[in-house]
């Protein structure tokens, strides 16, 4: 059987990009991953703040709520590539 991560909980970090580094994502959560919360963190100078990316054949992020997060001067805030919603 497949391991799947859950009720993960990113919270209450500072992370900081020069915003010359290409194809950095400050997170990312990729494959079967349900119950995710990000909230209370401060992401700057990153091409992507927050990726979520499905993983072929094993499955895409589920459940994830992102809330209360500064996410500034970054080329994305949030890329969503998972077919799932996120709140």
């Given at each position: 059987e497949l391991a799947k991560m859950a009720?993960?909980?990113i919270t209450n970090n500072v992370i900081t990009a020069d915003g010359n580094q290409p194809n950095i994502n400050a997170v990312r959560i990729a494959g079967p991953t349900t119950s995710v919360t990000i909230t209370d963190n401060s992401i700057t100078g990153t091409p992507r703040a927050v990726h979520l990316r499905?993983?072929?054949?094993?499955?895409s992020p589920s459940g994830v709520v992102i809330n209360d997060n500064r996410l500034i001067a970054?080329?994305?805030?949030?890329?969503?590539?998972s077919p799932n919603a996120v709140d």
């Open positions: 009720n993960v909980v499905p993983e072929t054949v094993i499955g970054n080329d994305i805030g949030l890329l969503n590539e």
